[in-house]
């Protein structure tokens, strides 16, 4: 079954979360001094050891879209779409999240209360970052036994 991603207003779980204001989501941008398909790599990997799921991955445009598992914010489903794309030494990472209300549909906001702080993506790029430098050795190894066309 094909689920659909509906954006919506969330004008109303803001102001009931306590947020002044809302403000459009800011992708969170950081330059690396990695080879873009070794980061790409790194981050397909990284993915993986967290336990998502990855939705789509182009080793061509350097981008992975991945799912965390499923969790519960008052009794509504939950879960974060995480995007990241390798843009020459540049990784981009979005954040998404989605709530789906009736059990069928996912929906997502382009908003965020004034007062986010963007803190998991930070994280997240921190963790991703040092994956990369933990492993460059042996993913560098992998990159090596790619054919090559």
Known sequence: MLRRI???SWLTLLLVSGCAAANPYVTQRVSMDTDPKLAFIAIESFVHEQGW?????SIVTHRVEALTP???LGAVPVRDRWRFHVV???LEVTKDLEASFDGVSWQTS???????EYKVEHQT???ILDFVENRRVALAQDLSKEPTN
Do not use: K, W
Not at 53 to 57: A, D, H, P
Not at 110 to 116: A, G, I, K, L, P
């Open 110 to 116: 382009s908003e965020v209360c004034d007062t986010y």
């Open 125 to 127: 790029i921190s963790d």
């Open 6 to 8: 509906v954006h919506f």
């Open 88 to 90: 020459g030494h540049v």
């Open 53 to 57: 799921t990855v939705v789509e991955t």
């Open 70 to 72: 499923i969790r519960t």
